[in-house]
């Protein structure tokens, strides 16, 4: 009921979005919310009791700003091109005992500056997650572009970039795992991302299968209206190769969109994966629900799932969801997360911002 009592974000989709999330848990999990600063507390209390000693990442020190703790995630904010050293030294310095033999993945972000702030801990926490298994790392960029540009095209230029200039016999990754910057890797207890990886062998791109999505348009006029067109998955998280036939792809991938300023980059994809271009279909894994991506209609699951994607969700929910686990990683609990802990603290805080007094405009009330 607070969720339908009025928007906490602008589109009116997003509204029926955060509705969703909220009664499909009510269903499957019947969780009951007690007073908002109470079940907070609680809640905190319970994901920081009883830690277990563990690798304290670089980006957990106290009081670091926004900007600072995004540059942490990466060591530096250069051009992608000057990333290479850090490449170096990743690989050189993991030694992780915990790392599963296998592929290794570089995570990749782009954030506007009106994203820096839940951006800041979701890289830093990713970037824990990738030094505790081993993995490249995180490269973790920013840009002064719209959001919704950035939201259009941004993970098309990061891997094509990646792709043309960190090729594996250079030192680069085996595999790119772009994330959205509203999306944290949850899973501390098992490398499942090289387990999946393991299972599809022959795949170019992994993605995962997604009924709730609907491709909408993101012009470069900043207008996003709903498309109307078909949509099979969620390219927020995607797990791309670094091979030849996936950097002709997503240059392929990058020139369409160019040439449609209208539409995004799922969409372009999607239109390229139902030509066939390429082999498409033979290249790319399109996965059940959940297996790369969250779920969009239960973002926060059951503990074991390998990301937490809060797409779609208000900024301040991001920030206490993301903030959570990374304090709890930076106590020393590296385990699976979500389930009902992670799950209260995720619907108190879309209580307390249902109840947010709503903003003004012109000096009335705007609801």
Not at 234 to 260: C, D, I, M, Q, Y
Request: with cysteine; hydrophobic share 45%; proline share 4%.
């Amino acid at each position: 009921a607070f969720c339908t009592a009025r928007s906490v974000m602008a589109p009116a989709h997003a509204s029926a979005l955060l509705t969703l999330h909220a009664l499909a848990w009510l269903r499957s999990a019947a969780v009951v919310l007690s007073a908002a600063a109470a079940a907070e507390a609680a809640a905190h209390a319970a994901v920081v009791a009883g830690r277990t000693a563990g690798v304290r990442h670089r980006c957990c020190k106290q009081g670091m700003s926004d900007a600072a703790k995004y540059a942490c995630a990466n060591t530096s904010e250069s051009e992608f091109e000057s990333y290479s050293d850090y490449l170096a030294f990743e690989s050189a310095s993991s030694s992780s005992s915990h790392r599963v033999a296998g592929p290794r993945l570089l995570v990749l972000h782009v954030a506007s500056a009106n994203t820096l702030g839940y951006a800041a801990t979701a890289a830093a926490l990713n970037a824990a997650w990738t030094e505790h298994f081993g993995h490249h790392g995180v490269l973790a960029l920013r840009t002064e572009e719209r959001g919704d540009e950035v939201w259009r095209w941004g993970k098309v230029k990061l891997l094509a970039e990646g792709l043309k200039g960190l090729e594996p016999s250079k030192g680069g990754p085996d595999y790119f795992l772009y994330m959205d910057v509203d999306a944290v890797l949850a899973d501390f207890s098992k490398d499942s991302f090289t387990l999946l990886l393991q299972a599809h062998p022959k795949a170019e791109i992994l993605v995962s299968r997604e009924p709730a999505v609907k491709a909408s348009k993101a012009a470069a006029s900043g207008a996003n209206d709903w498309s109307g067109g078909r949509q099979d998955f969620n390219n927020g998280v995607l797990l791309v190769r670094n091979s030849a036939w996936s950097r002709h792809f997503v240059a392929e991938w990058g020139r369409k969109l160019v040439g449609r300023p209208a539409a995004n980059d799922q969409e372009i994809l999607q239109e390229l994966y139902d030509a066939d271009a390429m082999g498409a279909r033979a290249k790319i894994a399109v996965l059940a629900p959940g297996e790369v991506n969250s779920e969009m209609s239960i973002p926060v699951g059951e503990a074991g799932q390998r990301v937490v994607h809060l797409g779609g969700i208000h900024d301040p929910i991001r920030s206490a969801v993301f903030s959570a686990m990374h304090e709890a990683v930076c106590a020393g609990e590296l385990r699976p997360f979500g389930g009902p802990e992670l799950q209260q603290i995720y619907l108190v805080a879309m209580r307390r911002e249902a109840e947010r007094a709503p903003p003004m405009q012109h000096g009335k009330a705007r609801v």
